[in-house]
């Protein structure tokens, strides 16, 4: 089929569309699609999560407003089919692929999961077929893994029997659908022709601007937004470190300086985690690092926000010094496991750093989460017999606790605040990061 022909089929919704991917991004987008009218199969090679969404039922955890009702509409009307098996993607003419891009250990671009997707999808890829990656890339991606890897796997020639583009997923956890229907899109398309078709397909369920580009900017825009994101609360926590060295509070200078016009100084904290932000930057910096480019700000600003959790074990040193407690052979509770506040997710959350980190000095760590089922419990029992409380994430429960119940219950009134979540407290030994300590 032409790219014509194509392009055709996408505006009167008759095109077949795949979803490689059925995680956070891949799911919410064959809803989507499957709402607006589109025969969307899903694939998985997870055979647990293809049976609960073939019953209806989300594999999301977390609240997601309308996920799950939607979910359960267009599997139950048919509009959504799932299956492990690649074969059934042969009738598709548009696949989009949303899989994990992590980096490794050295913060390179970690492409297993890509590579094995576009490996089982070239054999099966249909004459024609429109291909879009929609998981974060690093510039350069789609010219040198992905259309070798498609053109090697299916012995086809990109732009002559297959099309490629690439439109960066903008979801953000407890928002996904809202996301995707309001959030604006770059949709960058090996060729113009291949860029309109993107946008006649996106315009079926996207009501904000469908940028048109090429497929480095698109790659580029993606991970440039999240390294934005990262250096400017890499700046915030620099801040926060220097109000604290000379008797400020950033707080108040943050709420000032964003008083000055063009100003959007973001919240200093005990670091940054989750699943973007973190990976996104060496995404954004890695094909020019190779080619000896001096890549400096990115990587420092990275530096700074991993450092965050240690800081707080900082704080936390100091703040039982006071009460003649070394923090050894204390026994501390961790408020908070997950890396954003009222959620559950907890992937490359800080806490993990700051307690692996108390672990290693023999300091013993009890954690609580209300959000995660293992760190689970009532708080003020949990907190019994510990030395002092860290706050890593800034849940909303947390604003409720009883303070005094709290101190009852700890061996000590240490309290250090990684979030400025809760307001000043008399009678404790209350430290807030950003804040000079005045014991
Ligand atoms: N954080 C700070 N200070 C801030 C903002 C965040 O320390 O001022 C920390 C958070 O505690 C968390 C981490 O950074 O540990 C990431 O927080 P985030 O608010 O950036 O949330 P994410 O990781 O879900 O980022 C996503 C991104 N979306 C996509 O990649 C599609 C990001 O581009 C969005 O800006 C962000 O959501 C958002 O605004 O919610």
Known sequence: MGLDELHARISDKTAQLGVIGMGYVGLPV????????????????????????????????????????????????GGLRVTTDYEEVRAC??????????????????????????????????????????????????????????????????????????????????????????????????????????????????????????CVTAELVKTAENAYRDVNIAFANEVALICEAVGGDVWKVRDLVNKSPGRNMLLPGAGVGGHCIPKDPWLLVSRAQEQGVPIRLIPAAREINDTMPLHMAKLLDQALAEVGTAIDNARILVMGYTYLENSDDTRNSPSTVLVEALRQRGTEVVIHDPYVAEYQGELVEMAMGCDA?????????????????????????????????IPSLTGWVHRTIGQSFTP
């Open 30 to 77: 064959a809803c989507v699609f499957a709402k607006a009218g589109l025969s969307v199969l899903g694939v998985d090679i997870d055979p647990q999560r293809i049976d609960k969404i073939a019953a209806g039922v989300s594999p999301i955890e977390g609240d997601e407003p309308g996920l799950a009702e939607l979910l359960s509409e267009v599997v139950k009307t």
């Open 389 to 421: 409380a860290v706050m890593m994430v800034a849940h909303e429960v947390y604003r409720a606790v009883d303070f005094e119940e709290l101190r009852s219950a700890l061996r000590s009134p240490v309290l250090v605040d990684g979030r400025h979540a």
């Open 93 to 214: 003419d548009v696949v989009t692929i949303s899989v994990e891009t992590p980096v490794d250990a050295d913060h390179r671009p970690a492409y297993r999961a890509l590579g094995s997707a576009l490996r089982s999808l070239g054999p099966v890829m249909k004459p024609g077929v429109l291909v879009i990656v929609e998981s974060t890339l690093a510039p350069g991606t789609m010219m040198s893994l992905v259309k070798p890897v498609l053109e090697d796997a299916s012995g086809k020639r990109a732009g002559e029997h297959f099309y490629l583009g690439h439109c960066p997923e903008r979801v953000m956890p407890g928002r996904l659908l809202n996301n995707l229907r309001f959030v604006s899109r770059v949709c960058g398309g090996e060729t113009p022709e291949v860029t309109a078709a993107m946008i006649s397909l996106y315009c079926h369920v996207v009501q904000a601007d469908l940028d048109p580009a090429d």
